[in-house]
């Protein structure tokens, strides 16, 4: 009988389920979607629960796609965004909505952590590469102090992965993958920041466990259930997982992803430091808040109901350039190479003559600028870039595709697989369901082929487009 794994992809604005065979192949795959909340300038959040249902219903879609049943499903790994915090009480009901990893509310905590720790210190231990508002730390101090008869009945901290797993098992266990950037963990003990937490009033028992697995209770009864490193992790392993493999993913976010051996920390504070899915791995992780994020919105409220492929379309018919218009992509601040919580998106150059076809390219021209901003920032450290291999939704498309090949000026790969953090996260839950020796060697059987595309005549004139982003960020980015 054949026996099937499952990857679940919690994204920022969206929850994707595939089913993968023993091979690999993706037999049946389902996503929905869901709004995120913004009641006020730098607040974004969400109803838990709808993580949940969202869960619910993409894995009933890939089920039925792949025409098996819960029952065929071996087990489960889960992935996706990190620093999302859902706060529970001893009974695992939510105290408040779930603290979204885009919300920038806690300015004044996250200066209340580095005047009481250090920045040095706050670096040292986390290895990221700035004390940000978004960090879930900051965000738990804010809690207290402006909702404290919420603060003094947690019982649970949990990011968004954590508490699928504790719906499906009703265990709580973490990855320390996903833990780096909440600057209450401590890389250099792999243990949680005890100290941190004391100060910030919470026990290490309000914390899951840091490893192992539990086996479901419900939706998948007797799947074997690992939460996995963040998607960008995942994705890297679902690509094939090896050193040398530089892979960026544009997603809601935009990160590059290079694994090395050693604990890094750039002098320059461009580049964060984050855990691999195994132990003594580490990931160079540049990223951005918002990068496909930013083509989703405006297609939702601005394209007047045109679709992905019909942007896609319309941006394929626009000059490299987009005659003249220049896009920024901060729109929830920025991250790398330079971290600037203040920054905001911005446009230069928008005349009459503009189209949506010339916005949607613009959009994907300035992810890719980003791109090579943060692929300069890792050669500088040491990082050899032959090769990038792209993910995530933006990867669907050819013309963004050959886009960052030609702002890199580097090949750039799209796996055979439409979903590989899914499958990231699918073969790290099946190598502890004991389907495979190890999940370094499933990972690079697994990965598939890919199709490249080169550099093509239009490296010279995006050069020069590379040149004019760079100096309008410069400005954008110094304007406090």
Same mark, same amino acid.
């Given at each position: 009988m054949a026996e099937y794994y499952c990857g679940i992809d919690l994204g920022s604005t969206a929850v994707k389920a595939a089913v993968f065979n023993g091979k690999g192949g993706l037999c049946g795959e389902g996503a929905c979607e869901f709004l995120l909340e913004t009641p006020q300038a730098e607040f974004v959040e969400l109803d838990p629960e709808l993580y949940w249902s969202s869960t619910c219903e993409a894995l009933s879609k890939a089920l039925k796609a792949a025409c098996i049943t819960a029952a065929d499903v071996r087990s489960v790994g889960l992935t996706g965004q990190a620093e999302t915090l859902i706060l529970l009480d001893g009974k695992g009901n939510a105290l408040r909505k779930a603290i979204v990893w885009l919300d920038n509310r806690a300015v004044d905590e996250a200066a209340e952590l580095e005047k009481v720790f250090g920045l040095k210190e706050l670096i040292a231990m986390s290895g990221q590469n700035a004390m940000m508002p978004c960090w879930p730390a900051p965000k738990l101090l804010w809690v207290k102090h402006h909702e404290p008869e919420v603060f003094k009945q947690i019982a649970k901290v949990? #990011?968004?992965e954590d508490f699928v797993a504790w719906k499906l098992t009703g265990a709580f266990h973490t990855h320390p993958g996903l833990l780096p950037s909440t600057l209450y963990y401590d890389m250099r003990r792999n243990y949680w920041a005890e100290d941190i937490l004391e100060y910030i009033g919470l026990p290490v028992s309000a914390m899951p466990e840091l490893s192992g697995s539990a086996v479901a209770k419900v939706l998948l009864p007797g799947a074997v259930v690992k939460v996995a490193p963040m998607d960008h992790i995942c994705g890297h392993l679902g690509s094939g997982g090896t050193q040398g493999l530089? %892979? /960026?993913?544009?997603?809601?976010?935009?990160?590059?992803?290079? #694994? %090395?051996?050693?604990?890094?920390?750039?002098p320059q504070l461009r580049i964060s430091t984050y855990l691999g899915w195994q132990q003594g791995d580490y990931a160079l992780l540049p990223w951005a808040p918002t990068a496909g994020m930013m083509m989703k919105k405006f297609r939702d409220e601005f394209s007047g109901g045109m679709s992905y492929a019909e942007l896609d379309e319309a941006a394929s018919k626009i000059a490299p350039g987009s005659d003249g218009l220049i896009l920024l992509p901060h729109l929830a601040g920025a991250v790398s190479p330079v971290a600037a919580p203040h920054a905001r998106g911005a446009v230069k150059g928008l005349t009459l003559a503009h189209t949506r076809g010339h916005v949607a390219r613009a959009i994907m021209e300035s992810v890719a600028f980003l791109l090579k901003d943060n692929a300069n920032a890792l050669?500088?450290?040491? #990082? /050899?870039?032959?090769?990038?291999r792209a993910l995530g939704g933006g990867a669907k498309s050819s013309l963004w595709a050959q886009i960052k090949a030609d702002?890199?000026?580097?090949?750039?790969?799209?796996?055979?697989?439409?979903?590989?953090?899914?499958?990231?996260?699918?073969?790290?839950?099946?190598? /502890?369901a004991g389907a495979f020796a190890s999940a370094a060697e499933a990972g690079a059987a697994l990965a598939g082929e890919a199709r490249v595309f080169t550099p093509g005549k239009n490296v010279e004139r995006y050069e020069e487009c590379f040149r004019e982003y760079c100096k309008f960020n410069e400005y954008i980015l110094g304007d406090k």
């Open positions: 949990l #990011m968004v530089v %892979t /960026e993913c544009t997603g809601g976010s935009l990160a590059l992803c290079a #694994m %090395t051996d050693e604990f890094l920390i750039d050669t500088a450290l040491g #990082m /050899e870039l032959k090769t990038v702002v890199l000026n580097l090949p750039v790969s799209v796996g055979s697989c439409d979903e590989p953090v899914a499958l990231g996260a699918a073969v790290l839950g099946a190598a /502890e």
